[in-house]
Structures are given as structure tokens and as C-alpha cells.
């Protein structure tokens, strides 16, 4: 990829609303991701693999569990920072915040919120580090959207429990330490157990041929007769509402970085426009791009206004899963859909690696999937409105 001459854009000065606290964490993040991944971002997209050298700086600009408690090793940061961080990371590449978001709403949140206090000292601060990597283990073959019907099990076999099934599509399976994994123990109750690498039976067999995402590594977790420490339980809450939890916190950093990646694809598309000449003028200049140019960020100051508000609520506790189901989908449509405009303003060139265009928009393709799906967001939003459910 050419240089970084990313600029960031706030239409209606949402600026205004961020504390100087804000402002230091969000120029942390802009500035690590220019010097440390920018330069190398294409090249591990392209090996399609994620760069492990990035985990400490990631750990250190706070990006794994930034509002985890201090007292476990987190920064102790409010929601709206962890939407900005969340915000920067994307805005460089979907699968460098995918292993943020994974590592802190989806492995950090569950022990913090339903471990035991034991499992918290042990596994928090070197996560918050990144000396140590999760996964979140829910997706199997067979139960994508209906994660309720999931056949993963655990037996409890007197001094430990015996776990058997298979996860699939699991980011950063393949290298994580550690997998928070969803299984049914014998009275089909959905429990949350921390499985370890090196577990006898455990294995992480990559993913390959993934067209998006590329710069993620994606794997499934295969468990044949694991035997899991008592211990390893998360004590504090079971049922289906455990991971759907975990997964409100990581939609509503999707929802963020969603915006990002957008603003990536804008701010692109813009400085193109002005320096490309067709016709003796900068193509900037004709109405069909600028029509382009001027749906594209008030789409984006839409979003940044909605998931703002979002994190208010969020930040007092009041924010509803419909409430970021509705932002994570309308934040990650409205990317795809600047990517495809984006892509066209640079015509040729917008296929290439010299912008980031068409990685965006391949890596927001699984962003729309993963998660729950366009369509899954779309029935949590139906079924809030009228109180009906249309998913089954
Ligand atoms: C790169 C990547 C990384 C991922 N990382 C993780 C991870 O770390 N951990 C994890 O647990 N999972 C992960 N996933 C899995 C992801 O969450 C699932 O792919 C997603 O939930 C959809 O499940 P599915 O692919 O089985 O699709 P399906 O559920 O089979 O859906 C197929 C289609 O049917 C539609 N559909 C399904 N049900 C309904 C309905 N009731 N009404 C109308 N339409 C419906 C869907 O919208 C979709 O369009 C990842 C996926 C990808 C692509």
C-alpha cells in the first residue's frame, strides 16, 4: 500500500463531545497503526495471515480490554474509548480489530463478568498484556444463527468434566492460548469453560481459503474427550444468555469499527477525486461523483451520531441488545456500501493493493456474516418493534 495519508473526518464536530482523555486514546491508537501496521497491513493480507509481532504494541495502546478493571491488568477506560479504539483499528483493517474485539469482548468479558475470582487473577492482566491470546468458541458446523442448538457437551465425570464436539469459524483459533468454549452439560444448560492449549484431545485446525479477513486467522476447535478442570467453569452464569452477553460487547465494538473502516474508504475516495483529472478536470468535480462523495459522509456522520449515542447508554448500563443489534447492522452495511462507491471513484486503481479499498470490502463481507448476520439483526429489530418473532 502507498503511504498513510489517512485524515480523519467529522462532519457535524463530534469532537466536541469527546473528553481530552478520548482525544489521547484515539491519537495512541491513530499513530501506532500508521507507524506499526499501515506499512505492513497488504503483506499479511496477502500471506493471509495475522502479524503476532503487533500483540504487544496492541496491548500496550490498550486495545485488549480497555475497560476491564485496573485491578485485572485492564485500563479501566469507559465504552466510548473502546468504540475509538475499536474505530482505529478497523479504520486500518477489519481482522486487526476482529483480534482485538475477540480478545476483549469475547474471551476478557466472559471471565471477567462470569469467572470466579481465581480465574480472574490467572487469566486477566496477561490478556490485557497480550502475553497470553483467546478465542471465543460458539459457531459449529451445523448451528450458525441458532446457536441454541448447538451439540458441543460436557459430561461431569466426578474430579473433572469430559468435553467432546467440534466449533467452527473461530478467529485467532489457530495460535490463542486459551478458548472460551459454549458447551451443554448433561441437563442441556449452555455453560461457558475455559479450554487451554495443550489440553489432551484439544486441536485448532486452520481455516484456509478465505477470500476476506485475510489478515485474521480463522480455525475450529475439535475436542475429543478433553478433559477440563472443574475449576475451568464459568461459575457465574449459564444459558444461552452468557455468550449472547459477550457478544452485545463485541457488535457494539463492530458497530465503531464498522465506521472506520468507512471512513478509510471516504477519506480515499476523496483525495482521489480531487487529484485524478479526466475530461481536463478533477473527476471531484463532476456531479456524479460528488453525489457519490456527499451520500457517503452523511452516511457516515449518521453512524457516528447513532453509536455516540450508543455508548452513552452503554456507559450507564442502558444501552438494549436490539438497540446495538441496529447499530452493528446499519453501521456495517453502510461500509459495504461506501467500499463498492469507493472502489468505483478510483476506478482501475481501486482494485489494487495501492489503496484499501477492496480489502476493505472483502473483509466486510464476513464482518456483515459474523456476529449474527444482516438478516439476524434485522429479525432482533423486528421482533423489539412488535413484540413478535418471526425467527422461527
Ligand atoms: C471470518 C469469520 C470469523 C468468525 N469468527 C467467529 C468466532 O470467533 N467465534 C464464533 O463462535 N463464530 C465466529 N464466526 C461465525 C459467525 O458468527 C457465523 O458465520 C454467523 O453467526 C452465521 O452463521 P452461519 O455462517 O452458519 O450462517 P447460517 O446461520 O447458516 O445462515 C445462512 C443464511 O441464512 C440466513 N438465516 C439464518 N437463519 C435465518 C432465519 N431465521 N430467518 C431468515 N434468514 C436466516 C442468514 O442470515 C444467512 O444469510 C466467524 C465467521 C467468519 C466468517
Known amino acids: 500500500m502507498a503511504a498513510d495519508l489517512y485524515q480523519a473526518h467529522d462532519y457535524f464536530q463530534m469532537d466536541d463531545l469527546l473528553t481530552d482523555e478520548h482525544k489521547l486514546i484515539r491519537e495512541t491508537a491513530r499513530e501506532w497503526v500508521k507507524k506499526e501496521m499501515s506499512p505492513i497491513i497488504e503483506e499479511y493480507y496477502e500471506k493471509g495471515s495475522f502479524p503476532k509481532h503487533v500483540i504487544p504494541g496492541m496491548g500496550e495502546i490498550g486495545a485488549f480490554g480497555p475497560y476491564i478493571p485496573e485491578e485485572y491488568g485492564g485500563a479501566g477506560l469507559d465504552q466510548i474509548s473502546y468504540g475509538i479504539i475499536m474505530q482505529e483499528l478497523e479504520r486500518c483493517d477489519s481482522g486487526l480489530r476482529s483480534t482485538s474485539s475477540v480478545q476483549s469482548s469475547l474471551v476478557m468479558y466472559p471471565i471477567w463478568k462470569f469467572g470466579s475470582e481465581e480465574q480472574k487473577q490467572k487469566y486477566l492482566p496477561k490478556l490485557a498484556t497480550g502475553e497470553m491470546i483467546g478465542c471465543f468458541g460458539l459457531t459449529e458446523p451445523d448451528f450458525g444463527s441458532n446457536p441454541a442448538g448447538m451439540i458441543t457437551n460436557f459430561k461431569d465425570k466426578g474430579d473433572h468434566y469430559l468435553l467432546n ?6 478467529s485467532n483459533s489457530p495460535f490463542a492460548d486459551i478458548a472460551v468454549v459454549w458447551a451443554k452439560n448433561e441437563e442441556g444448560r449452555i455453560h ?14 486452520t481455516t484456509h481459503g478465505k477470500w476476506s ?7 475450529e476447535l475439535v475436542f475429543d474427550n478433553v478433559k477440563i478442570p472443574k475449576e475451568n467453569l464459568l461459575p457465574e452464569k449459564s444459558g444461552l444468555g452468557a455468550p449472547l452477553a459477550c457478544l452485545d460487547s463485541a457488535r457494539y465494538g463492530i458497530a465503531w469499527g464498522a465506521i472506520g473502516a468507512a471512513l478509510s474508504c471516504y477519506d480515499s475516495a476523496l483525495r482521489y477525486s480531487k487529484e485524478r483529472i479526466q475530461f481536463d478536470r478533477p473527476i471531484g468535480g463532476f ?6 462523495l456527499a451520500e457517503m459522509i452523511t452516511e ?32 456495517v452495511d453502510m461500509a ?9 471513484i478510483h476506478g482501475a486503481m481501486g482494485i489494487t493493493n495501492e489503496f484499501p479499498i477492496m480489502r476493505h470490502m472483502m473483509n466486510l463481507e464476513s464482518v456483515i456474516t459474523y456476529e449474527g448476520t444482516h438478516d439476524i439483526h434485522l429479525l432482533i429489530t423486528g421482533m423489539d418493534v412488535t413484540g413478535l418473532n418471526a425467527f422461527k
Open 213 to 219: 479477513l485475510r489478515a485474521s486467522d480463522t480455525g
Open 336 to 344: 459495504l456500501k461506501i467500499a463498492r462507491e469507493a472502489r468505483q
Open 192 to 205: 461457558g469453560l475455559i479450554v487451554e492449549r495443550g489440553m489432551e484431545g484439544f486441536t485448532t485446525p
Open 165 to 170: 464436539g467440534a466449533k467452527m469459524w473461530i
Open 287 to 292: 456531479q456524479l461523483q460528488q453525489k457519490k
Open 300 to 331: 457516515i456522520t449518521k453512524a457516528q451520531l447513532l453509536t455516540f449515542r450508543l455508548g452513552q447508554l452503554r456507559n450507564v448500563d442502558k444501552a438494549t441488545s436490539a438497540q446495538i443489534s441496529m447499530a452493528k447492522r446499519n453501521n
